[in-house]
């Protein structure tokens, strides 16, 4: 959203400077003046808190790798190392495993506010498409995170996952066991395959970073939904973000930042598996192979169909159709708060990714399969059927006139003066 620059270099070398590279002046118009809606709840804190986690990430995975060894006998030792002999070992490995659970939480919180309020409609359809290449490239680096600690749960779950490049057998007759025996640089999960998950597991947290810029980049261009879903009719539907938002953001952070430290100071590993404590053994499988939480989800649906093959399709499905979802909602309604029918379909799919992640960590049997094909069922038709369906016939409730209108409300009209809002004082 393009607004004109206040920015006023002050001294000579402010001046000098922002004649030739104006640093100061984008940082100022972009970050401090830049114009946002003016009814922004807590729920749009969560961008801010996701780049933080991200130079948590960062900075910590950086100082664990001067320590770490990335061999396949040298490896669970060196994470033992560096929690017992390193210098805050403890605190740096602890805040780097904990700190990617509360990134994908923070993720998926982002996510579902981005589907509730409209956010990937038109003109945000790139900003939608980069955020999910950024959810992508999370699960892909996460999962490489996770296997370098080399233990018995990490070490089997990297075996069953590059494994699934197999089901491409049935496609290409040897193409899928090519493709995996590249993978792990030999015939097994080894120390070939460990150093290249610890390769990319390093260069992938810089590709997020920047793809993070551009995400930044298209929101400041586009500018802010917000949760009426109206565009931005007048400049006093805005407000500058500093003050308003940077404090607002600010308190969410401290807030976050201090469940992230009850977590990795009182409850490092409750969300850990104990049988990754036990050193990677080739030779003995666990009774039951889990994935870390964030994962669930899309483990779910995979064991969900027992074609291996199409197992796979539908978990790469369930991610790249995220990809098409503003071309799916045919909805000229951005925010669901408007939408009284199609609200009701999108917290069942909530339930339903809540329910996917319970049932992905249970024994695929039972009555635990006649649930799961349920939940895949609606998960995927709630993107092909619901979002399609429900924006043709549905009829949204009557939108406000403008952002003001509901937080300043109604414009007053006097017969002394023309129309005008009520200001922030009056209401």
Same mark, same amino acid.
Not at 172 to 181: D, N
Not at 261 to 269: G, Q, R
Not at 276 to 293: D, G, S
Not at 397 to 413: A, D, H, N, Q
């Given at each position: ?51 933080? #986690? ?84 999370? +699960?892909?680096?996460? !999962? ?35 493709? $995996?025996?590249? +993978? ?36 400041? +261009? ?9 565009? $931005? ?23 976050? +930042?201090?469940?992230?430290?009850? #977590? ?30 964030? !994962? ?28 098409? $979802? ?48 349920? !939940? ?10 619901? #979002? ?40």
């Amino acid at each position: 959203m393009a607004h004109s620059s206040t920015y006023e270099p002050k001294t000579r070398l402010e001046r000098w400077l922002d004649s030739r590279l104006p640093v100061a002046r984008l940082m100022h118009d972009q970050f401090l003046t830049f114009p946002t809606p003016r009814n922004l709840n807590y729920w749009w804190t969560f961008g801010g808190i996701l780049t933080f #986690m991200l130079g948590v990430q960062i900075v910590t995975g950086v100082v664990l790798a001067m320590h770490y060894v990335p061999t396949e006998h040298g490896a669970f030792d060196s994470v033992e190392k560096i929690m017992r002999d390193v210098n805050w070992g403890w605190l740096l490995r602890y805040t780097h495993t904990v700190g990617a659970s509360m990134f994908f939480l923070a993720a998926y919180i982002h996510t579902f506010r981005s589907l509730y309020y409209g956010s990937y409609k038109a003109p945000r359809e790139v900003l939608w498409i980069l955020g999910v290449l950024i959810l992508l490239l999370m +699960i892909a680096t996460a !999962f490489m995170g996770y296997a370098l600690v080399w233990g018995q749960m990490s070490f089997w779950a990297v075996t069953v996952i590059t494994n699934l490049f197999s089901s491409l057998d049935a496609v290409i007759p040897g193409l899928g066991t090519k493709i $995996v025996q590249w +993978i792990w640089g030999g015939f097994a999960v080894g120390g070939p395959t460990l150093n290249r998950l610890y390769s990319l597991h390093y260069l992938f947290p810089f590709i997020i970073a920047g793809v993070v810029v551009l995400h930044i980049w298209a929101l400041h +261009i586009t500018g802010s939904n917000n949760p009426t879903g109206i565009d $931005v009719k007048s400049p006093r539907d805005t407000v500058p973000f500093r003050p308003y938002y940077t404090i607002k953001d600010g308190f969410a952070l401290v807030a976050f +930042i201090l469940l992230f430290a009850a #977590m990795v100071f009182y409850a490092p590993n409750f969300l850990g598996h104990p049988e990754n404590y036990i050193p990677a053994n080739p030779l003995q499988t666990p009774l039951h192979i889990v994935p870390e939480w964030y !994962f669930l989800p899309f483990y779910a649906i995979l064991r969900a169909i027992p074609n291996k093959l199409f197992g796979v399709i539908a978990l790469l499905s369930s991610i790249s159709i995220l990809f098409f $979802v503003p071309w799916l909602d045919t909805s000229k309604v951005r925010s669901t708060r408007y939408r009284p029918v199609y609200k009701w379909f999108f917290w069942l799919f909530v339930i339903t990714c809540v329910a996917l992640g319970y049932l992905g960590s249970q024994p695929p049997e039972g009555w635990y399969l006649i649930f799961v094909r349920a !939940f895949t069922a609606y998960y995927f038709a709630f993107f092909l059927l619901v #979002m399609p369906v429900v924006g043709l016939i549905e009829r949204p409730r009557r939108l406000p006139g403008s952002i003001t209108e509901p937080v300043l409300g109604p414009v007053v009209k006097t017969p002394a003066q023309p129309a005008r809002s009520l200001s922030p004082e009056v209401v």
